[in-house]
Structures are given as structure tokens and as C-alpha cells.
């Protein structure tokens, strides 16, 4: 019989033999040799026999000793760490990473610079001063001013040198070349060198990102050396019906071949000219239809302001428009209906001469001739008028006039009267002001509750009234 060690079948001569190699392997690892005598399984069963009725009593552990071990190893200085920071300082990491391998799974890791709160997040203290948003920047060509800030001031234009200044500039300062024009402040803007090594590499033909290797080796993940699958993922055994032909399957081909014996299904249908593949020649001179294909009918008009329910009283016949309107012959009358007015849509009845319309419409489309005009191919750009220039056009206000200043509040929307002698200005605290044109003075207030959206004047010169949105 062969000794056992928990509860599996071993070969005495061949355990020894192992845990001798197992030796010897860890001599040569820690270059100690292990002087420690071995038993043999039978020392072993015996051992274990005399074992079972004794337990095992373990030394006694002074906790005084692994203290002062571990006070000795904290004395040490650990030079780990700046050795690790040193080698980090010493060598910059390019812009797109560098490749290291990972000391916790051996696996290769991109490693990138640490981010800079202060200068690489989102911050809303760099927004662009000025606020024209996204419009033409030839707009303010003849204008002393470049834009806007949120504040509603002019950002003034600063002063740019001519032609033979930026050749100078060019010659003297080194650096000018690595500048570029801000088209929103009208600004030289010196450029980092990663944005330099970026406009690089994009005229080169090149990624623009340094650490970037297309041809990085594949890193096999899961079927790589070491990591075959040697044992299936289930070895539970195949079930009998798949085997075994499946008697649903044969019930319904049976049925299928009884349908067509009876000749309820056809194989296959006799093949006519009609049913034949027709193949087209797409690029070919389109031939002539035999008959010509039907013109769209013209669409009925749009309804006027006098059909509305709700009609003007311009619109509203008088008396004498209506005797008039009904002693005239129906081909001759301007419209085949007068308008009504009706206080609320849901008054409204039926309109009488419905049916009498579309068959009025139908009677048009069946006898009347049509005839379809085709499309003029005009480019819409010769049809609008060639603008003069707006230096041409002056005199032109250019200069301020008077300033009427509110300390503190922000203005939202103002209106100029029709007859030009007023101003009307509401602003965010919801006050309403009346102003003079000419000398600019305040001349009425009024205060709602809320922000002022919008206000606007009537454009009746006979009285004078505005309208407010809160």
C-alpha cells in the first residue's frame, strides 16, 4: 500500500524526491542552505498518529522583541520614496504620457503629468472679455471699438503697428514668430511649445499627440502566455436530445410535404416574361413616356383678413356695401361671400357655400386648361442690389450726444415715442423710466414687481401710451 496524505494517493520514493528538488531550489533563491532534517512519510504517519492525541504547543512570542524590531526598521529612513520623486523630477513626461510598467500587475500603464488645478480645469474667470459672440469681426472695421463686455462698455481697439512695424518686429524679437493674432481682443497671443509641437506635427502629416504609438504590440489580455483556458468552462455532460432527431421537427416537415403533394405549396412557380428579371440601363437618354404625366393641380389661396371670424371693422360691410353686394350678379361680385364678425370662435356656424365651393374647384379642374410653367434657374445673388459702403453714407450719427446715467442697475430694454421726444428704459429692478430726448432728464418713474422683460410705445401719434412686460 502506498502512504496517503490527506485522503490522495502519493508515491513515498517520488514525495521525497520532490521535497529534496524543492530544497534545493530554495537554497539557490535565498543562498542559504537548509541544514533542517526531513522525515520520510513514514515518520510522518507516525508523527501524525502520536499527534492525534497530543496538541502541539506553540513558543512563546516576546511582544517586547517585535516591537523593538519595528521600532529599528521605522529608525531607518526610508529612501524609497524620494528616490522615486528624484527620478520623477529628473525627467519631464511628454505631453501624451509615458509608457511604464506597472509594479502591482506587471502590466504596461500610461503615466501622465499630475493637473494643475489652478491652470488646467474649467475656470470661468477665463472667459473672453469680450462679448460681441459670434459675429462677422468686419462689422467693427470703421468703428474705434473692437466689441463689448458684459457690462455693456466698449473695449477700445488697441494700437497695432503697419506693415513696416511688423517686419521690424519680425527681425528684432525671436519670439514673434511663435505669436498668433486673438481675432476677439485683436491681440498677439505667445504660444506654449506644446501648442508649437502641435501646429508641428499637424503641417508634417503627423498625430498630434508625441506619446502616441500606432504600432504598439498587442497585449493579449486574455488568451496571452500563461493564461490558457485548460479545463472547460462546464464540463456538464451533452444531453440525450441532441441526439436524438426531434419529433416536433419531423411532425411539421410532414406537414409541409403532405401540402405539397396535395399542391397546396409550389416549389417553385413557372417562370413568365412578366415575372422575368428586367435589368435598366440607369445612365442611358431617358426615352419618351407614352402619354404625358398628370399636371398637379394649383393649390386654393390662402384665406384673407376678411374671412376671419373676427374681422376689422374696416372690413364689416355697411348697409349700402350689402344691398349693393346683392343686387350685383354673382360673376361679377368682388367675393362670393361677406364677412361677419363673431365675438368668440366657438359662435361661428357652418359655412352655407362649402359644398358649393368644391364643386365650384372641381368643376375648374376637369374643364379648364392647365399648363405647367417650368422653373426659371435664376441666382438669387444677381437679383439683390449691390449695397454702397457705410463710409459712404455719412453724415451719420457717430458721436454721443447726451448720457443719462441710473447708478447701480443694469438696463434691459428701452423704446424710443413714435414722434421722437421720449425715451423709455426698464431695468432689472423693475422700474419703468421716462426720459427726455433733448436734455436727457428723467421725467416719470414707475416700479413694478418683477424684472422688466420688454416695453414699447403705441404707433399712434395722436396719443401717447406704452405697454410694459413684466
Not at 46 to 69: L, M, T, V, W
Not at 120 to 146: C, F, K, M, Q
Not at 423 to 434: A, F, I, P, S
Not at 444 to 462: H, L, N, Q, Y
Amino acid at each position: 500500500m502506498a502512504p496517503k496524505s490527506n485522503g490522495i494517493a502519493t508515491n513515498g520514493k517520488g514525495a521525497t524526491k520532490r521535497r529534496k528538488e524543492a530544497e534545493e531550489e530554495d537554497e539557490e533563491q535565498l543562498g542559504v542552505s537548509l541544514d533542517m532534517p526531513v522525515p520520510s512519510d513514514s515518520e510522518d504517519e507516525q508523527d501524525g498518529d502520536e499527534s492525534d492525541g497530543e496538541a502541539d504547543e506553540f513558543p512563546e512570542i516576546d511582544p517586547a522583541s517585535s516591537s523593538e524590531g519595528e521600532e529599528e526598521e521605522s529608525d531607518e529612513p526610508d529612501h524609497s520614496e524620494d528616490e522615486e520623486s528624484s527620478s520623477d523630477s529628473d525627467g519631464a513626461i511628454p505631453l501624451g504620457g509615458k509608457l511604464t510598467t506597472s509594479k502591482i500587475t506587471g502590466q504596461p500603464k500610461r503615466v501622465y503629468n499630475p493637473i494643475e488645478p489652478d491652470y488646467d480645469s474649467d475656470s470661468s474667470t477665463e472667459e473672453d472679455p469680450n462679448r460681441i459672440g459670434n459675429v462677422p469681426a468686419h462689422w467693427y472695421d470703421d468703428l474705434p471699438h473692437i466689441g463689448y463686455t458684459i457690462d455693456g462698455k466698449k473695449i477700445l481697439r488697441p494700437a497695432r503697428g503697419d506693415e513696416l512695424d511688423k517686419f521690424l518686429s519680425t527681425v528684432e524679437d525671436p519670439t514673434s514668430w511663435t505669436s498668433a493674432l486673438d481675432k476677439s481682443t485683436m491681440k498677439d497671443v505667445q504660444l506654449s511649445a506644446q501648442e508649437l509641437d502641435i501646429i508641428r506635427r499637424l503641417q508634417q502629416g503627423e498625430n498630434p499627440d508625441a506619446g502616441y504609438n500606432p504600432y504598439e504590440p498587442t497585449i493579449e489580455w486574455f488568451t496571452g502566455k500563461g493564461k490558457e483556458e485548460i479545463m472547460p468552462l462546464s464540463a456538464r455532460p451533452e444531453p440525450k436530445r441532441r441526439f436524438v432527431p426531434s419529433k416536433w421537427e419531423k411532425q411539421k416537415v410532414m406537414k409541409i410535404v403532405r401540402a405539397i403533394r396535395a399542391g397546396r405549396i409550389l416549389p417553385r412557380k413557372p417562370t413568365t416574361a412578366d415575372s422575368a428579371p428586367r435589368f435598366y440601363a440607369l445612365w442611358s437618354t431617358p426615352t419618351e413616356a407614352d402619354h404625358q404625366p398628370p399636371l398637379p393641380a394649383p393649390k386654393p389661396s390662402l384665406p384673407t383678413t376678411a374671412e376671419s371670424y373676427n374681422p376689422p371693422e374696416e372690413y364689416i360691410p355697411t348697409p349700402e356695401e350689402t344691398k349693393e353686394w346683392e343686387e350685383t350678379e354673382k360673376q361679377d361680385r368682388e367675393r362670393n361671400f361677406l364677412p361677419k364678425k363673431y365675438s368668440a370662435l366657438r359662435l361661428v356656424p357652418a359655412y352655407p357655400q362649402f359644398a358649393q365651393d368644391r364643386f365650384d374647384r372641381l368643376l375648374d379642374l376637369y374643364l379648364a386648361p392647365r399648363v405647367q410653367r417650368k422653373k426659371l434657374n435664376i441666382d438669387p445673388n444677381s437679383l439683390i442690389p449691390t449695397l454702397p459702403s457705410p463710409a459712404s453714407l455719412k453724415p451719420f450719427p457717430t458721436h454721443e450726444a447726451s448720457r443719462s446715467d441710473v447708478p447701480n442697475v443694469r438696463v434691459r430694454c428701452a423704446a424710443v415715442s413714435p414722434d421722437g421726444a421720449w425715451v423709455l428704459t426698464g431695468d432689472e429692478g423693475g422700474v419703468v423710466r421716462l426720459w427726455e430726448m433733448l436734455v436727457g432728464r428723467e421725467a416719470a418713474k414707475w416700479v413694478f414687481e418683477g424684472k422688466i422683460g420688454a416695453v414699447a410705445w403705441s404707433p399712434r401719434t395722436d396719443a401717447s401710451f406704452f405697454v410694459v412686460g413684466v
